[in-house]
Antibody, heavy 120, light 108 residues
């Protein structure tokens, strides 16, 4: 059973870089079966897709965030990471990682989410 | 820009009611749509992919339909555990994987 777990700082200062990691267990991140994604949800608001990465390293980002986002993958540690630079209060959100099987295209296993607050 | 518009944004209903809500896409996406259920403080749960394919373990009272630009999620008989917020998401990989704004279902 695939499980995903987000980790990283819960507080980031404005203009700095938000960095989160998603550790995958119960399956191999380089199986080629899945894409791996990040989604966020500001408090009281809806879901926003951030981007995806494939085991090969190919990425696909939300155009609205593309200039500030980098998603990378570490197959040796079975994890993938998110970096979002130049953060503002608008980036305060619960950040989720999830897998996206290449067959269905939908995010079917999610991490529990981690709250990140941008504040000085 | 790809946009998904969900309606209504809020729905008040009773246990046993049949409820239907809509997701409209600004561009045609064939059947590339998913529905998720989210309860407070929890991660979203995938209910339906490919517009109408029920995920394993999801009760049969949930059903999805539609293609192109208009999609619906129906709950045939609302149960207490169904009170939640429902989101649609477009799955066409040539477009951003946009989510709709959500429909919150509350107890009447």
């Amino acid at each position: 059973q695939l499980q995903l777990q987000e980790s990283g700082p819960g507080l980031v200062k404005p203009s700095e870089t938000l960095s989160l990691t998603c550790t995958v267990s119960g399956g191999s991140i380089n199986s080629g079966i899945y894409y791996w994604g990040w989604i966020r949800q500001p408090p009281g608001k809806g879901l926003e897709w951030i981007g995806n990465i494939y085991y090969s390293g190919s990425t696909y980002y939300n155009p609205s965030l593309k200039s500030r986002v980098t998603i990378s993958i570490d197959t040796s540690k079975n994890r993938f990471s998110l970096r979002l630079n130049s953060v503002t209060a608008a980036d305060t959100a619960v950040y989720y990682c999830a897998d996206r099987p290449a067959t269905s295209g939908a995010f079917d296993v999610w991490g529990q989410g981690t709250m990140v607050t941008v504040s000085s | 820009d790809m946009q998904l518009t969900q309606s209504p944004s809020f729905l008040s209903a009773s246990v046993g009611d049949r409820v239907t809500f809509t997701c409209r896409a600004s561009q045609g996406i064939s059947s590339s749509l998913a529905w998720y259920q989210q309860k407070p403080g929890k991660a979203p749960k995938l209910l339906i992919s490919a517009a109408s394919t029920l995920q394993s373990g999801v009760p049969s009272r949930f059903s999805g339909s539609g293609s192109g630009t208009e999609f619906t999620l129906t709950i045939s008989s609302l149960q207490p555990e169904d009170f939640a917020t429902y989101y649609c998401q477009q799955l066409n990989t040539y477009l951003p994987l946009t989510f709709g704004g959500g429909t919150k279902v509350e107890i009447k």
